[in-house]
């Protein structure tokens, strides 16, 4: 799938620009769609769903546990199971994060606490031996358990979702075009980065600032950084005011369908974002589609603002 700048698409006759980008935005859009999947349904992307699959979804009260003790991590496992399950071994003198691990046992059915805590309780249930109970949830343990990048060995399935191509000065005019989008926009070197494997992040400055503020990790490829800008842009544009976690997903697919019209735009190769569609909504690659009028606008938006800065050097 091509994502190069079609030479024909200029959308320079001001009569009829806003007509030629709906309609050349919606094809690429129908070319998004259909490169989810296929992206689904390669080998690349089973394979990683497949690893996927093997990591614990950690509740939220472990997910802060861990984001307070390694603000950088990932994807934690515990020591046996990065021996086990990937072939990953803990380096020596690296220190455990430590989360709840549910502690599953023979439960009394009534009290519903294990055999040993119901022997010491008031309980008076005895209509059946403690060997005939069933399992239940009977409290939690401290466990440890380590990031991937405290570990070292076989390398873990990744899905290439980076743009490439030629981005020229497209990183420093949409950094000029923060202001006449609303946003305050920092660009970190990776050595001060604080937001884990995040690329970017989209935050409120402080509870009294209404400009949002956008920041995202320097990297060599100025292509994907120019993609991680307008993707955090989009979100700048679209959900800042927005709170609902259950829509997170979505959200995610608005973001970085923007980003990959826009870079498609301006002549970056975008592909990569139908795997990372893939990834945050593998069941239903047309909510793409669906959202198509908010992706538009929002594309447009910044498209716009940096044609204009560009005009105006």
């Known amino acids: 799938m091509s994502t190069t700048r079609d030479s024909s698409v200029s959308f320079e006759q001001t009569d009829t620009r806003s007509d030629e980008m709906n309609s050349t935005i919606e094809q ?5 769609v259909a490169g989810v999947d296929d992206a689904q349904a390669s080998d690349e ?57 549910p ?13 040993s805590y119901h022997e010491d309780s008031d309980c008076d249930y005895d209509e059946t031996p403690p060997e005939k109970w069933s ?4 409290g939690f343990k401290p466990t440890p358990v380590f990031d991937i990048s405290q570990t070292e060995g076989e390398s873990l399935p990744d899905l290439d979702t980076e743009a490439t191509g030629d981005a020229g000065d497209l990183v420093a005019q949409l950094t000029e075009t923060a202001d006449e989008l609303g946003v305050t926009v920092r660009i970190v070197p990776r050595e001060e980065w604080t937001h884990g494997g995040a690329k970017g ?25 120019a993609r991680t800008l307008i993707h955090e842009y989009a979100h700048a ?47 239903d690659p047309e909510v793409v589609r669906n959202r198509l009028e908010r992706i538009s606008r929002t594309a ?14």
């Open 201 to 225: 992040v989209c935050e409120q400055l402080s509870l009294f600032d209404v400009q949002p503020l956008v920041e995202v990790r320097d990297r060599e490829n100025d292509a994907d950084l």
């Open 237 to 283: 544009l679209l959900h800042f005011d927005v709170n609902d976690d259950t829509e997170l997903s979505k959200r995610e697919v608005e973001a970085e369908a923007v980003a990959y019209v826009v870079g498609r735009y301006f002549g970056l190769d975008t592909s990569g974002s139908a795997f990372y569609l893939a990834a945050w909504e593998s069941d």
């Open 45 to 101: 992307f089973q394979e990683w769903l497949d690893v996927q699959s093997r990591f614990h979804d950690y509740s939220y009260r472990n997910t802060l546990l861990i984001k307070r003790q390694c603000p950088e991590a990932t994807r934690v496992a515990g020591y046996r199971t990065w021996q086990e399950e990937f072939d990953r071994h803990v380096q020596e003198g690296e220190s455990a994060i430590w989360i709840w691990a």
């Open 135 to 138: 399992k239940g949830l009977v």
């Open 103 to 115: 502690i599953i046992t023979k439960q009394c059915p009534e009290c519903e606490n294990s055999p």
């Open 300 to 313: 447009e938006e910044i498209i716009d603002a940096v044609d204009e800065v560009t005009e105006d050097e």
């Open 28 to 32: 690429w859009i129908d070319e998004l």
